[in-house]
């Protein structure tokens, strides 16, 4: 026969309570570790942001306003080196949007894809390798100190650090209690789809620095190479991205119907399309589909109809959404511009004044909007400092930008005095706006943020409750 294990009375019950307790303990820990976890990469994101805007108002928009100026007061585009507006150009396009990108990107995707034990200690190293990348080839470009090295030096770092970040975000599945939308189906296409383009730029840069280091006497890529290289670097990454978020907040920013998916993945099909034809040669083909692209994926995004709901504009400019639908007016006109620049651009002109719709009316636009709306929640749930100061910096930017959309054409094609004297004007304009954008943001991150928020995790999208 066999035996019955007999316990003392109360057993059962001391079993169950200590159960409960480690349970709760558990419980205990697992929400502690989320919380350090949360305040880990929001650390990271303030350092991405705070390096982004160094970039921008440092070696981006005041050494573009240096040239600038030094090209009004020659009359000639012709008298400044182009290593140093090639400079200018990638701490534009890489030194301030790619590293918001990638910061926002480690941030959001490591949240959405249960990344958080590590992905701020890949993110830290990422951004070591990334700001130093940057940093050497705008010194390699307007110094030429030593560049045959430094040059393909910053390229591998640049790629060095982006592989850290695709790897990341590439190799683990979203968890399983994720709830698919199409929506969000959407929107994530169009962010991969940034990401391959972004590392496409920059094996492209890597192999150009390589040849350049090479082959030529100074660190300056030939026009013909350079052309083609600004429409990957311009219509890539860069446009892909803001119409992927646009998709996922300007429903909510803006009080939009949900985008139209089907006409969304078609105009990303023509704007990779209109890269080819870039890419080989075709620049008359490649305007014309990007014109195509611009107006589709503005038409999907419901941007130029009118709100079913109130916009969401609490604790920020109530400029937002017109700026927001301003955006795209400069989208068509920069693709607009590359048509005619195609056909008739003698003397560069046309295609600065196209390449400056497209990265300062619309890429810089949406940054100061939406930017200053989202980056302050992903920094801790802080507030915006200043809405006034955001609403300002939005008309100087898109003034600065109306000034030197409109006078580049005709000072550079047709020799305009006037046109001289206002690019400068310009170039200043912008830059106070940048300025105050770059303050508004540095002072909404010196501020403590709400305790409340930083010690609890939050989940996307990242925003501050508004009505």
Not at 63 to 85: E, F, K, M, Y
Not at 308 to 337: E, I, M
Not at 415 to 425: D, E
């Amino acid at each position: 026969m066999g035996r019955h294990r007999t316990f003392p009375p109360g057993a059962g019950d001391r079993s169950h309570c200590l159960t409960g307790r480690l349970a709760a303990e558990s419980d205990q820990m697992s929400a502690a570790d989320a919380v350090r976890a949360e305040i880990a990469l929001q650390k990271v994101v303030t350092a991405y942001v705070v390096t982004g805007l160094l970039f921008l108002v440092l070696p981006g928009t005041f050494l573009g306003v240096w040239n600038l100026v030094s090209i009004s007061g020659q009359h000639s585009p012709g008298t400044l080196s182009p290593a140093w507006l090639q400079a200018h150009g990638h701490a534009q396009l890489f030194g301030w949007l790619g590293t918001f990108i990638i910061g926002i990107g480690y941030y959001s995707l490591s949240k959405m894809r249960g990344l958080m034990p590590f992905g701020a200690r890949r993110a830290w190293t990422s951004w070591l390798l990334w700001t130093l990348g940057v940093s050497l080839r705008w010194v390699a470009n307007v110094t030429e100190f030593d560049w045959r090295i430094l040059l393909p030096l910053s390229a591998t770092l640049q790629l060095a650090a982006f592989a850290i970040f695709f790897v990341t975000v590439s190799r683990h599945k979203p968890a399983a209690s994720a709830i698919k939308r199409k929506r969000a189906e959407t929107w994530m296409l169009f962010v991969m789809a940034s990401t391959v383009a972004f590392l496409l730029a920059l094996l492209v840069n890597l192999g150009i620095a390589a040849i350049l280091a090479l082959t030529a006497a100074h660190p300056e890529i030939p026009h013909w190479l350079d052309q083609r290289y600004l429409f990957l670097a311009g219509w890539g990454f860069p446009v892909l991205a803001v119409w992927g978020f646009n998709a996922r907040w300007l429903p909510v920013f803006l009080g939009l119907d949900e985008p139209h998916d089907r006409k969304l993945r078609v105009a990303m099909g023509g704007l990779l399309a209109g890269l080819a034809a870039a890419a080989a040669g075709y620049f008359g083909a490649a305007t014309l589909l990007l014109f195509c692209a611009g107006a589709l994926a503005a038409d999907a995004l419901h941007v130029f109809r009118r709100s079913r709901k109130p916009a969401k504009t609490l604790g920020v400019s109530p400029l937002l959404p017109l700026f927001l639908r301003a955006a795209y007016v400069w989208l068509l006109v920069a693709a607009a511009l590359g048509i005619y620049a195609a056909c008739g651009d003698i003397h560069g002109g046309i295609w600065g004044a196209s390449r400056h719709a497209l990265t300062v009316g619309f890429l810089a636009t949406m940054v100061f909007g939406i930017g200053q709306r989202v980056l302050p929640a992903f920094c801790g749930m802080r507030v915006l400092f200043s809405k006034h100061l955001m609403g300002i910096s939005l008309i100087l930017l898109n003034a600065g930008c109306f000034l030197r959309v409109g006078s580049e054409i005709p000072a550079y094609e047709a020799n305009w005095h006037l046109g001289w004297i206002l690019l400068p004007v310009s170039a200043i304009t912008e830059l106070s706006a940048v300025t105050l954008f770059g303050l508004n943001m540095a002072v909404t991150l010196l501020l403590p943020p709400p305790t409340a928020a930083m010690r609890r995790p939050i989940s996307l999208p990242v925003l501050p409750q508004t009505s």
